[in-house]
T-cell receptor, first 114, second 114 residues
Framework: DTEVTQTPKHLVMGMTNKKSLKCEQH?????MYWYKQKAKKPPELMFV?????LSINESVPSRFSPECPNSSLLNLHLHALQPEDSALYLC???WGVGENTEAFFGQGTRLTVV | GESVGLHLPTLSVQEGDNSIINCAYS??????FIWYKQESGKGPQFIID?????DKRQGQRVTVLLNKTVKHLSLQIAATQPGDSAVYFC?????????????FGTGTRLTVIP
């Protein structure tokens, strides 16, 4: 299994809603990442989890709250988002922090905030 | 974030020709580089990587060249096919406090003309 699976594929939410994005991998990777990608732009790093602990938060607003319940799962909890938060949210994983190996990406969740 | 830029935002090539996509990076401490391909509606897909102690690496139909003197990276695709049409990103990895952190370049859209 060399896949990173993200659910849902599409999500429409209001500015007062609370929703969660989910990511799962079964490759034994110990580092997991959330990226945000706006249209026609490169992915931008949001969070890095290493061995289930948050190691990097790239100055992301608190309306985005990551969670890593175990080494295979990564969630992104959303609350009180703004329309400008609409984007493709990508999850990725890699073997480990401190090791130079490629990150495998999921297909992303297309989020629309209305 | 760090600066990883591409010289050309779009590239059109005839099917069967070779393609060259260029990338400049600014951080001399970057030690690992990856090329990703992203098709419409999908997550980035790993193509090839190279470590800073190498200047060339070859894969199937792809070659990555690294020139550390001028901080330049290139991706060469041999015998370009219609399925190669996509956006290509270079990404540099910089160890930050022991964590891997991928910074993506602007991206180049490759269009293959049949």
């Amino acid at each position: 299994d060399t896949e990173v699976t993200q659910t849902p594929k599409h999500l429409v939410m209001g500015m007062t809603n609370k929703k969660s994005l989910k990511c799962e991998q079964h490759m034994g990777h110990r580092a997991m990442y959330w990226y945000k990608q706006k249209a026609k732009k490169p992915p931008e790093l949001m969070f890095v989890y290493s061995y289930e602990k948050l190691s990097i938060n790239e100055s992301v607003p608190s309306r985005f709250s990551p969670e890593c319940p175990n080494s295979s799962l990564l969630n992104l909890h959303l609350h009180a988002l703004q329309p400008e938060d609409s984007a493709l949210y990508l999850c990725a994983s890699s073997w480990g922090v401190g090791e130079n190996t490629e990150a495998f990406f999921g297909q992303g969740t297309r989020l629309t905030v209305v | 974030g760090e600066s990883v830029g591409l010289h050309l935002p779009t590239l059109s090539v005839q099917e069967g020709d070779n393609s060259i996509i260029n990338c400049a990076y600014s951080n001399s401490a970057s030690d690992y580089f990856i090329w990703y391909k992203q098709e419409s509606g999908k997550g980035p897909q790993f193509i090839i990587d190279i470590r800073s102690n190498m200047d060339k690496r070859q894969g199937q139909r792809v070659t990555v060249l690294l020139n550390k003197t001028v901080k330049h990276l290139s991706l060469q695709i041999a015998a370009t096919q219609p399925g190669d049409s996509a956006v290509y990103f270079c990404a540099e990895n910089i160890d930050q406090t022991g964590a891997n952190n991928l910074f993506f370049g602007t991206g180049t859209r490759l269009t293959v003309i049949p």
